[in-house]
């Protein structure tokens, strides 16, 4: 992190509207240091990729947001954000239980269910990106989901124990910062590797959809934008940006 900042602050809310929101709103007011984070019990109107909702039990699970400033970090590469997020959530998981995969672009998946959410804001000046803030909901302690959400789990649904939200922020926290001092160090090529491995039906060929139809397609690659580049059975190949495409 950028040793002119100082030391990160954490700052705990019992309730607000979504974690992303609130901690924009703080670094209206002030500037907070690098990996500052804001962790809630509660959020009244969590948000996912594309104004999707988040629900989540008072109390039950793990939601939160934390600022980045990669300042050098090209806008061709920001999609490197997304992927070290993800990598942190799902050896997270590792840690308690297993199978856990990252679907593209960033859900992540326990046992063909979603386990966690993530929303990455960039804000961009010039060239670069100036300011990275990283909303990451994990289901920890849920034990019944009531929205008409296709698929959620929580961790203990899986493994019938109870998990302490500060324990695993701390563990997320230890391996994003891991993850982050190699973006910093601009090896995006051990970035992309991890991502590839951890990837939700990385082998063989599976059913998608798009505006056209249903197909079956492999996952060829992931570009460095974040484009998602499928080969079918046939060979054609068909890139996708983010919800242009569908598993299924």
């Known amino acids: 992190m950028n040793n002119n900042d100082a030391h990160p602050r954490l700052i ?5 509207g979504s ?3 609130y901690l924009r709103a703080c670094l209206k ?14 959020q009244t109107g969590g948000r996912g990729q ?14 939160f947001s934390l600022v980045l ?6 806008i061709n590469r920001q999609f490197v954000i997304s992927q070290i997020a993800s990598l942190a959530v799902k050896e997270t998981l590792d840690a ?6 990252i679907k593209w672009p960033n859900d992540i998946y326990l046992q063909n269910k979603k386990i966690s959410g993530i929303l990455i804001e960039n804000d961009i000046t010039g060239a670069t990106v100036c300011r990275s803030i990283i909303g990451v909901g994990i289901n920890l302690n ?29 563990r997320f926290l230890r391996i994003f910062y891991a993850y982050y001092l190699l973006v910093l160090q601009e090896k995006f090529t051990e970035i992309k590797n991890a991502y590839m491995q951890a990837l939700y039906r990385k082998e063989g060929y599976h059913p998608f959809s798009d505006r056209a139809g249903s197909f079956s397609a492999r996952i060829y690659d992931i570009e460095t934008t974040g484009h998602l580049l499928l080969q079918l059975e046939n060979g054609e190949m068909r890139r996708y940006a983010f919800k242009e495409v569908s598993w299924g």
């Open 12 to 16: 705990c809310l019992d309730e607000t």
């Open 19 to 21: 974690t992303n929101n």
């Open 29 to 42: 007011k002030e500037h907070l240091p690098e990996g500052s984070v804001v962790v809630a019990n509660y």
């Open 50 to 63: 594309t104004g999707n909702s988040w629900e989540s039990s008072p109390g039950m699970n793990l939601l």
């Open 69 to 74: 400033y990669p300042e050098q970090l090209l």
């Open 96 to 101: 308690y239980t297993s199978p856990v995969a």
């Open 142 to 170: 849920q034990t019944l989901f009531e929205s008409n959400a296709p698929n959620p789990v929580s961790l203990t649904q899986v493994t019938g124990l109870i998990y302490d939200k500060q324990d695993v922020l701390n």
